[in-house]
């Protein structure tokens, strides 16, 4: 039986769901203006109190550092703003003139948004812009132990966006959490699409509510160090992006595999700049705290930092030989192998640290595979090399979906230091058992219609005999269409030829000349007034092209599908005619 705080969960999401709803029917008929204007408002406002949300996130949470989830929500609010900005959400998003085929960008409804613990207020600054900026409303279920940073956060959105036009109601993020609500959030007859960002088997419910759902795997990302690599900056990027709010996002370091002829430069390099090598005593005690039994990273080590992990194991700071030394930002376990007999081969989410050495990039590419293999596949990989030809044949080969060239793996995978789409939802693809492979967009929460025009008349003589059909044909055949002219064309032909004008059907002369003799003949007629001229129904840049090029006049109406780029030629060039 269900307790009295999950029936009041349920209920609240029934409730915002339907006031979503009711308000995203409103904002799916904003203009791209409109919706620009609301976007930009509320990255603002998050922009604005990026520093104050990342210290509600550390002190409630207790995950990550505050510089850090300072700078994710910067990134949130102003590099994935940045991206979106020019996007167009709203009437063509796109035009292939060759093809004849235009596409059109359509809200998708409601989107459930689902927001972790580890990175709450950046993922649900990203997911509240995202989904305003595809013209849809957004509901967020909170983590429980993120749940007012991320109330915060949707507040201040909430409030700069409603002040920037958006009806009451399209925002919204339950404040009554539980599991249940949140599965009533999902799989609600008025949600539309799930963005789920959590634990695998919050990700699994989402798959199995019954609609759309971007869910995203683990990450046990391996960086691989090949022998041409400059060592220094490999290994400040892998210990800069290990070390990153401790190890919180999913995309960060989780193995550093090296090739043997730099093995030592490497070890150096990583004290250097600030990992420490536990004995294979400490690195069994350090089994032991990290890894629960179910081969999940515990949470109690989940976003500290090394010095606490390492205080919690019982390992001491003191400047004797063999302890750890001060300014310790990852704790690196040597291991010989992956998998269920080598427990800190999972995804720790923490600054702890794999090591492996291998003879060689083909070797170092098996044991990438391996890594990924353990929980994180599809996810993303890291390599630094020089020889771009090992780079294109890890790319090929391994089963991630991000390939992070030179460059920390949780900077690059995200879009921060690389030049993919800033997000804070990164997809595995089928490898992982995702629906995409790609960096969550405003794109994938749009339905996408084609108008598309006839570009190939159908005749299947043609067909046939193009296609090297073999048989005898016995379908039945299209009964030839009348060659002799009609009544229309011989009057065309008479009043042409009453003025000395050869008929545009013998000249072959453009089709369009044929219609305005026409008018003109039947304005000279004293038999029938001139025929009302009647608006076009859509009117794309080659049309205007055409117009400009002729001469000529188009007609058009409120009720006309203008294109973006028409409308801006056609108004340059004054040639629409309102009817």
Not at 32 to 48: H, K, L, M, T
Not at 128 to 143: A, D, E, M, T, Y
Not at 538 to 544: N, P, T
Request: glycine share 8%; net charge negative.
């Amino acid at each position: 039986m269900a307790s009295d705080k999950d029936l009041r969960s349920i209920q609240q999401a029934r409730d915002l769901v339907l006031a979503a709803h009711e308000a995203w029917e409103s904002y799916a008929h904003s203009s791209q203006e409109e919706v620009d204007r609301i976007v930009a408002a509320s990255a603002v406002a998050a922009s604005d109190a990026s520093y104050e949300l990342a210290k509600l996130a550390v002190e409630e949470t207790g995950y990550g550092i505050v510089e850090h989830k300072f700078i994710k929500n910067k990134f949130a609010s102003e590099d994935v703003y940045a991206f979106i900005r020019d996007m167009k959400t709203v009437g063509i998003i796109r035009e292939i003139p060759e093809r004849k085929v235009y596409e059109i960008a359509e809200p998708v409804g409601v989107v459930a948004a689902v927001i972790p613990s580890t990175n709450p207020t950046s993922t649900a600054i990203y997911k509240i812009l995202i989904s305003l900026k595809s013209r849809n409303g957004i509901v967020l279920s909170p983590h429980p132990a993120a749940k007012n940073c991320i109330l915060e956060t949707t507040e201040v959105m909430k409030r700069a966006a409603i002040a920037a036009g958006a009806p009451e109601g399209l925002v919204a993020c339950l404040s009554e959490v539980s599991l249940q609500g949140t599965q009533e959030l999902m799989s609600h007859r008025r949600t539309s699409v799930i963005l789920a960002t959590g634990g695998m088997g919050l990700v699994r419910a989402a798959y199995s509510s019954g609609k759309p759902a971007f869910g995203v795997g683990p990450g046990n990302v391996p960086a691989y160090v090949e022998s041409s690599a400059d060592i220094p900056k490999a290994v400040r990027d892998i210990i800069t992006g290990k070390s990153y709010d401790n190890g919180t996002l999913c995309c960060s370091e989780q193995a550093l595999i090296c090739d043997r002829a730099v093995e030592r430069e490497v070890r150096e390099q990583v004290q250097h700049q600030g990992g420490y090598f536990l004995s294979k005593e400490q690195a069994a005690t350090l089994a032991q705290l990290a890894v629960l039994p179910s081969r999940l990273a515990n949470p109690e080590i989940v976003g500290k930092s090394a010095r606490f992990i390492a205080d919690l194991a019982g390992f001491s700071f003191s400047a004797s030989e063999g302890s750890l030394p001060e300014g310790t930002r990852v704790l690196v376990v040597e291991l010989d192998g992956v998998g269920r007999d080598y427990p800190l081969s999972i995804e720790k989410l923490s600054p702890i640290l794999a090591f492996y050495v291998v003879d060689d990039w083909k070797e170092g590419c098996e044991r990438a595979k391996q890594v990924l293999r353990y929980g994180g596949m599809g996810h993303t990989l890291s390599i630094h090399s020089k020889n771009d030809d090992i780079i294109r044949e890890f790319a090929l080969q391994t089963p991630a979906s991000r390939i992070v060239a030179n460059s920390p793996a949780t900077h690059g995978a995200v879009g921060f230091s690389t030049g993919l789409a800033p997000a804070m939802t990164l997809g595995c693809g089928s490898y992982g058992g995702n629906i995409t492979s790609d960096n969550i967009t405003p794109l994938h929460l749009i339905n996408v219609k084609r108008l598309a025009y006839e570009i190939r008349a159908v005749d299947v003589d043609e067909a046939l005999a193009a296609y090297g059909y073999p048989g005898e044909i016995t379908a039945p055949r299209p009964r030839a269409m009348s060659t002799r002219p009609s009544s229309l064309e011989s009057r065309v032909s008479s009043f042409l030829e009453s003025r000395g004008v050869t008929s545009p059907r013998s000249s072959g002369a453009d089709a369009s000349f044929e219609g305005e003799a026409l008018q003109a003949m039947t304005a000279s007629s004293s038999e029938a007034p001139a025929p009302a001229v009647v608006a076009l129904e859509f009117v794309s840049e080659d049309d205007v092209r055409g117009a400009v090029s002729n001469g000529r006049k188009l007609p058009v109406s409120p009720a006309t599908v203008i294109t973006p780029s028409a409308r801006e030629l056609g108004n340059e060039h004054n040639i629409f005619v309102r009817v």
